[in-house]
């Protein structure tokens, strides 16, 4: 069983910036890949980015690319979302999501077996 705990959320103007944390439990953190999502009011969950267990392949959806970026820490068992240049429509409840993955990093999903509880981040105009 692995645990997620989002943080790092938040009220920001468009144009402004903030980072998301995301802090696993799972001991073999570095036996799973990760992703980010996201649902805004009255619309379904959408995939924003994702990362392998090493660190060394990244996806992102193409509205947040150049945008945002995604990180881990294998030693720290944490994976971030730094987002930049923020816009109102990136408004969204965002979610960390993991899977035990060997290779790259799912962008559904459908595909991860454990989610947090989601952290709130609302872009003011």
């Known amino acids: 069983q692995v645990q997620l705990i989002e943080s790092g959320g938040g009220l920001v103007q468009a144009g402004g910036s903030l980072r998301l944390s995301c802090a696993a439990s799972?001991?073999?953190?570095?036996?799973?890949?990760m992703g980010w999502f996201r649902q805004a009011p009255g619309k379904e969950r959408e995939f924003v980015a994702a990362i392998s267990r090493s660190g060394g392949t990244t996806y992102y959806a193409d509205s947040v690319k150049g945008r945002f970026t995604i990180s881990r820490g294998n030693d720290k068992n944490t994976v971030a979302l730094q987002m930049r240049s923020l816009e109102p429509e990136d408004t969204a409840v965002y979610y960390c999501?993991?899977?035990?993955?060997?290779?790259?990093?799912?962008?559904?999903?459908?595909?991860?077996?454990?989610w947090g509880q989601g952290t709130q981040v609302t872009v003011s105009s």
């Open positions: 999501a993991a899977v035990r993955r060997v290779g790259g990093a799912p962008v559904r999903g459908t595909e991860y077996d454990y």
């Open positions: 799972a001991r073999t953190f570095s036996s799973y890949a």
